[in-house]
């Protein structure tokens, strides 16, 4: 039995991270504040510590295989966008979580942690990894749904830039 139990999850499990993919350009819907989820750390994150849009939102468990997989194009993503990486732990353990983005020396700049799954039913999560990019004004304009890869990276990095181009565009 515990057999199959472990051939159903892998199975699963790809078909979240790879065959489920595909990515949203969103009619505007607002994106819960970071607040709606609590730190990992002990203290509260501050207004100052805590990124202003626009960023990216990726949900993520240390025990998502797909997860870790994708760390090195959200480091890419980091690098080329320039912009802040919010990660949000869901359904995991505050010392797991803690364990992995130490080990895998995770990219994010802020980490909440979901422990009961309010992402669910917040952000419309159908499976992990997945990941929302909010423009300055906090709505969703880009959802990417499974693990970023070298083959799709392009579609985030081409949203990502057009948003920060536009931010720049409405400063001026």
Not at 25 to 33: H, L, N, V, Y
Request: glycine fraction near 6%; proline fraction near 8%; hydrophobic fraction near 40%.
């Amino acid at each position: 039995m515990a057999k199959w139990a472990g051939l159903i999850f892998l199975v699963l499990a790809c078909g979240i991270s790879s065959g489920a993919f595909y990515a949203d350009k969103q009619m505007q819907q607002s994106a819960p504040g970071v607040d709606a989820f609590p730190s990992l750390e002990e203290l509260p994150v501050t207004g100052e510590t805590r990124p202003r849009p626009p960023y990216l939102i990726n949900i993520f468990a240390s025990w998502c295989v797909p997860c870790l997989a994708e760390l090195p194009y959200l480091r890419e993503w980091q690098n080329q966008t320039g912009l802040p990486l919010i990660g949000v732990a869901w359904r995991d353990k505050p010392s797991a979580v803690a364990d992995w983005l130490e080990k895998h020396e995770a990219p994010f700049d802020t980490v909440y942690e979901d422990t009961d799954g309010n992402a669910l039913s917040a952000l419309s999560l159908e499976g992990l990894p997945m990941s929302y990019l909010i423009d300055a004004e906090g709505e969703i304009v880009f959802t990417h749904r499974g693990v970023l890869t070298e083959e799709n990276l392009p579609e985030l990095l081409k949203e990502s830039k057009t948003l920060v181009e536009s931010n720049e565009a409405s400063e001026q």
